[in-house]
């Protein structure tokens, strides 16, 4: 079983600046790519950020330029830096790591449990 925790998330103020965090856990062959998805009530879910396991990084286009994302493979954990944040970034950020359990398997899609991020002054 593969578990995602996420850890980060918070009220901050227009132009400020959240760190999450999402470390993979149990017991798996490898995780491909790893990325961040948010949510508002009513609306689907979208792709904030992703990277791979090489590195490859893309971007929604409203959050180029003021988010990062990175990833400690050793730790199994990816990190998204949000900085110059707008109340337009409030949402719901999820975790989200494509896995492969064992070496012959396929990969499968795992999701954390969510983390609230509010932007509002």
């Known amino acids: 079983q593969v578990q995602l925790v996420e850890s980060g998330g918070g009220l901050v103020q227009p132009g400020g600046s959240l760190r999450l965090s999402c470390a993979a856990s149990?017991?798996?062959?490898?995780?491909?790519?790893m990325g961040w998805f948010r949510q508002v009530p009513g609306k689907g879910r979208e792709l904030v950020a992703a990277?791979?396991?090489?590195?490859?990084?893309n971007y929604a286009d409203s959050v180029k330029g003021r988010f990062t994302i990175s990833r400690d493979g050793a730790k199994n954990t990816v990190y998204l830096q949000m900085d110059s944040l707008k109340p337009e970034d409030t949402a719901v950020y999820y975790c989200?790591?494509?896995?492969?359990?064992?070496?012959?398997?396929?990969?499968?899609?795992?999701w954390g449990q969510g983390t609230q991020v509010t932007c509002s002054s």
């Open positions: 149990g017991s798996f062959f490898s995780i491909n790519r």
């Open positions: 990277i791979t396991s090489g590195g490859s990084t």
């Open positions: 989200n790591a494509d896995v492969r359990t064992t070496i012959t398997s396929r990969s499968y899609d795992y």
